[in-house]
């Protein structure tokens, strides 16, 4: 399956975003879907995952509350939702697909096998 994410820009801090990423080669929605992202320097960390319904979600601490992950199913597409930005949430952010079929939305980078190439988001302060 091939992912394309989109949507990443500059915004001040407090400001919104919202991410797309379209899956295309497979049946979209047999995978669990997920968004990283990675600073310079950094790890790249997990910030949000979906199960392959739309009606389970995960997010860590330093987003939750901020971040809403979503998908159609129809459109073979995943959102991020992002809001209350914070400078320290700049990084190129990642759309993963994880076509295990395991029930737990995984949070490891290696728990998913199909990547996309990035999209950079930069919040300033």
């Known amino acids: 399956v091939q992912l394309q994410a989109s949507g990443g820009g500059l915004v001040q801090a407090g400001g919104s975003l919202r991410l797309s990423c379209v899956a295309s080669?497979?049946?979209?929605?047999?995978?669990?879907m997920g968004w990283f992202r990675q600073a310079p320097g950094k790890e790249r960390e997990f910030v949000a995952a979906?199960?392959?319904?739309?009606?389970?979600?995960k997010y860590p601490d330093s987003v939750k509350g901020r971040f809403t992950i979503s998908r159609d199913n129809a459109k073979n597409s995943v959102y991020l939702q992002m809001n209350s930005l914070k400078p320290e949430d700049t990084a190129v952010y990642y759309c993963?697909?994880?076509?295990?079929?395991?029930?737990?939305?995984?949070?490891?980078?290696?728990?998913?096998?199909?990547w996309g190439q990035g999209t950079q988001v930069t919040v300033s302060s």
């Open positions: 993963a697909a994880d076509s295990s079929l395991k029930s737990i939305l995984g949070t490891m980078t290696y728990e998913y096998n199909y």
């Open positions: 080669g497979r049946t979209f929605s047999i995978f669990t």
């Open positions: 979906i199960s392959r319904s739309g009606s389970s979600t």
